[in-house]
């Protein structure tokens, strides 16, 4: 089984930073895409941000200069280091991999529960 779990939510005050952390445990032979995604109140899931395995990155523009995605390949972990945070930012983030779990599997598309992130005005 593959697992995704993320931690580092919480509530801030606008202009605060916070880390996600976003771990995959289990049995996999590789992991490629690693991203980040928001769900808000009312609203669809959208994009934040993803970090492919070679570490190219791609952010949405509502995040560009204030975000910023990393990973550790040897951890099978992704961050996002998220600054400067606006009201607008408060949304549950859910992280999700990419993975194989053995040579003879496809890739398929794992997801977390989401950790809740909220900034106060």
């Known amino acids: 089984q593959v697992q995704v779990v993320e931690s580092g939510g919480g509530f801030v005050q606008a202009g605060e930073s916070l880390r996600l952390s976003c771990a995959v445990s289990g049995s996999t032979f590789s992991i490629g895409d690693m991203g980040w995604y928001r769900q808000a109140p009312g609203k669809q899931r959208e994009l934040v941000a993803v970090?492919?395995?070679?570490?190219?990155?791609n952010y949405a523009d509502s995040v560009k200069g204030r975000f910023t995605i990393s990973r550790d390949n040897a951890k099978n972990t992704v961050y996002l280091q998220m600054n400067s945070l606006k009201p607008e930012d408060t949304a549950v983030y859910y992280c999700n991999a990419a993975a194989r779990r053995t040579v003879l599997h496809s890739t398929a598309l794992y997801w977390g529960q989401g950790t809740q992130v909220t900034v106060s005005s």
């Open positions: 970090i492919s395995s070679d570490s190219t990155t």
